[in-house]
Structures are given as structure tokens and as C-alpha cells.
């Protein structure tokens, strides 16, 4: 158990629709990552949080939006969603801000859009 | 010249054989390089990292090999065992950098 956590773990959805995924950090991370894990793919970055303000871009769709709450949980908000949306999305957390610190990941949410 | 290139893609050992994994990168400002471990269903998860002031790093029967002047790196599992198989995906940062540069990932099966 990584001490991340995800929810909800399993989602599934029709196209256009919008979904939220909520991510809590490990105790004293202040660093959330997200991801998108597609079938048999590799991890996509899709953007970083740190103590609440947003440090780094990945790939990450305009339909796509994240934050990071006072609390440091982290939510990610997917809007009109598509078929190609169906992947699995981690969220990590890391103590420090730059890439060399170790990231914990969650057990992830798996979406599904119908 | 952000990019990491993992090869191969899959790769199917005998049980107690050498697993051999690599990695090439561009970018000379990359200073610290891990290997993440996943198993299906399950998060990556931290196997091995190695920054380039030394060329191996060896914890149990998992090596970082570095080669600095060839800008690779490779992760080799001694005495491949089936609870080895998972998919394992190499990385690298800069210290200047907030985020890894991922690679693509390599399925390995261990056969018993």
C-alpha cells in the first residue's frame, strides 16, 4: 500500500459526459502527479501540483482540468468525454517538488466511456 | 531531446535466466534516472534509481547498468524469477525539471 488513494476505483460513463476522479496524497507529500494509462500503454503525464499551485504540463487535453486543495488532495475533472478517453488514471504524490524524488502511486481509477 | 526510448517493448525469459532491459536518452542535463515496476492491475511502483556519478547500482538481484559517453542505461534482473513478471518502465529527470521523462514500458514474462 503506496498510502495513496484514489477514488472512486471504477467509473464508467457515456460520451459527452463529465466525470470528477479524487486523489489524497501520502501524509506529508505535497507533490500530485496524474496520469493516463491507456490499454497496454505507456504512462502519459498529464500535470503536476505543488502545495496547491500548478508546476508542470504534460499532455494534457483542454477538456482536462486538475487542482490541488488546501488539504493537498487533488481532483481531476474530465469534460465531454470520447470514446479514446477510456484508460486508467493514476494519481502519485512526492514529498519534494523536482522529478528526483520518489513518486507514490495509487491503486488508480479505471474510467470507462460508453 | 526530452524523449527516453525503452527497448524492447516485450520480452519473455526463462525461469533463472538474465532479464535485460534498456534505455536511451538525449537530453545531457538528465541527472537521475529510475526504474519503476508494474504489476497488473496495480500503480507503478519504485524499483531502482541511479544518478550518473556512478556507472552500476545493484540491489538484490536488480542492476542499474550507466553508460554516461553512450547516454544509455539498462536494468538487469539476475535469476529471473515468475513473480519478476510485470511491466517495467524506465524514467529520467534533471534537477531543473518538476517532471520524468517516461519510457514507453517493457512487458517482461518470466516462463518457469
Redesign the interface.
Known amino acids: 500500500d503506496?498510502g495513496?488513494t484514489q477514488t472512486p476505483k471504477h467509473l464508467i460513463t457515456a460520451t459527452g459526459q463529465r466525470v470528477t476522479l479524487r486523489c489524497s496524497p501520502r501524509s506529508g507529500d505535497l507533490s500530485v502527479?496524474w496520469y493516463q494509462q491507456s490499454l497496454?500503454?505507456?504512462?502519459q503525464?498529464l500535470i503536476?501540483y505543488?502545495n496547491g499551485e500548478e508546476?508542470?504540463k504534460?499532455n494534457i487535453l483542454e477538456r482536462f482540468s486538475a487542482q490541488q486543495f488546501p488539504d493537498l488532495h487533488s481532483e481531476l475533472n474530465l469534460s465531454s468525454l470520447e470514446l479514446g478517453d477510456s484508460a486508467l488514471y493514476?494519481c502519485?504524490s512526492s514529498v519534494g517538488?523536482?522529478?528526483?524524488y520518489?513518486?507514490?502511486?495509487?491503486?488508480?481509477t479505471r474510467l470507462t466511456v460508453t | 531531446q526530452q524523449q527516453v526510448k525503452q527497448s524492447p517493448q516485450s520480452l519473455i525469459v526463462q525461469k533463472g535466466g538474465i532479464s535485460i532491459i534498456n534505455c536511451a536518452y538525449e537530453n545531457t542535463a538528465f541527472?537521475?534516472f529510475?526504474w519503476y515496476q508494474q504489476f497488473p492491475g496495480?500503480?507503478?511502483?519504485?524499483l531502482i534509481?541511479i544518478r550518473p556519478d556512478v556507472s552500476e547500482k545493484k540491489e538484490g538481484r536488480f542492476t542499474i547498468s550507466f553508460n554516461k559517453s553512450a547516454k544509455q542505461f539498462s536494468l538487469h534482473i539476475m535469476d529471473s524469477q515468475p513473480g519478476d513478471s510485470a511491466t517495467y518502465?524506465c524514467?529520467a529527470?534533471?534537477?531543473?525539471?518538476?517532471?520524468?521523462?517516461?519510457?514507453?514500458?517493457t512487458?517482461l514474462i518470466i516462463k518457469p
Open positions: 503506496s495513496v502527479y497496454d500503454q505507456g504512462l503525464f503536476q505543488y508546476r508542470a504534460g493514476f502519485a517538488l523536482a522529478g528526483s520518489e513518486q507514490y502511486f495509487g491503486p488508480g | 541527472d537521475y529510475p496495480k500503480g507503478p511502483a519504485l534509481a518502465f524514467a529527470s534533471k534537477a531543473s525539471n518538476y517532471q520524468l521523462i517516461w519510457g514507453a514500458g512487458k
